[in-house]
């Protein structure tokens, strides 16, 4: 997967080896019990589950655990080698939990052809069509990006809070519980930009089997922003989805991208 890094200055361009980061949540684990502390891992890379490069912590905003309305921030966040990690004090009751992050808004500028097959990777034929059909095909890609990342998690017995949206630029709602979802099922998602459902998104799915990593192209939402991930295997999930459109300020950026990511745990 080609992708832009976080850390990336204005005047720098990537080189091949430094592109390929999603932002995720990796919580030391998906199950968690009341009045207990967890830590929690952000993650940058494409190497699910383990971590490539540590994000910035004056990157990462709103760094929060959500159980219906109480939102409790992270404290201590901190670099530990390849990730970035906090903790948060689990609160009383039963119920899942989401945790949130966003990033402050940077900038990428990548030489034509590298943006292109960041573009291929990505799913945007649409975007190369207009670069092409507007003559900016042979011109670097400026763009400009921000990150939205949420984990699910369970203390004792589920509820619904597995579908609430944290007013995310882009998020993915699950539509099931995959907290009860078993190897097999397929989890019905839902994209949403801006909270309104988004059409023809490229949906990735990653996930660990045996000790490997394993990342699929899953499809594109329906007219709905609907679309079913098939679970294959037990253990710990990623979906990623990336929406790019033209930036409403031409002169920081050309292009404006929005990335989703949702991690969660299959038993």
Not at 74 to 85: C, D, E, M, S
Request: proline share 6%; aromatic share 6%.
């Amino acid at each position: 997967m080609i992708r832009p890094v976080q850390t990336l200055s204005l005047t720098c361009l990537l080189s091949a080896s430094l592109m390929a980061h999603d932002l995720y949540i990796m919580p030391d684990r998906f199950r968690v019990t009341a009045n207990t502390t967890l830590e929690v891992g952000f993650h940058n890379g494409d190497a699910f589950p383990a971590s490539e490069v540590a994000p910035r912590v004056e990157r990462l905003q709103n760094a929060e655990l959500h159980k219906g309305a109480k939102v409790i921030p992270l404290q201590g966040l901190r670099v530990a080698g390849k990730r970035t990690v906090g903790t948060v004090a689990i609160p009383e009751g039963d119920g899942n939990l989401l945790l949130g992050v966003r990033t402050v808004p940077n900038f990428i500028q990548l030489a034509p052809k590298k943006f292109t097959a960041y573009l291929t990777e990505e799913g945007l034929p649409e975007i190369i069509a207009w670069r092409e059909k507007n003559g900016e095909a042979k011109k670097p890609g400026r763009e400009r990006y921000t990150k939205f990342a949420k984990s699910l998690l369970r203390s004792g017995a589920a509820d619904d809070t597995y579908r609430q949206a944290l007013g995310f630029t882009i998020e993915i709602i699950p539509e099931a519980n995959p907290s009860l979802l078993k190897p097999g099922a397929v989890l019905p998602i839902q994209v949403l930009l801006r909270g309104k459902p988004v059409a023809g998104l490229q949906v990735e799915s990653a996930w660990a089997e045996n000790g490997k990593s394993k990342v699929t192209v899953v499809g594109r939402t329906n007219a709905e922003g609907r679309i079913e991930v098939p679970l294959t295997s037990t253990g710990k999930w990623r979906l990623h989805a990336l929406q790019m459109e033209r930036c409403a300020e031409p002169a920081i950026a050309d292009w404006e991208s929005s990335w989703a990511s949702l991690t969660f745990e299959v038993r």
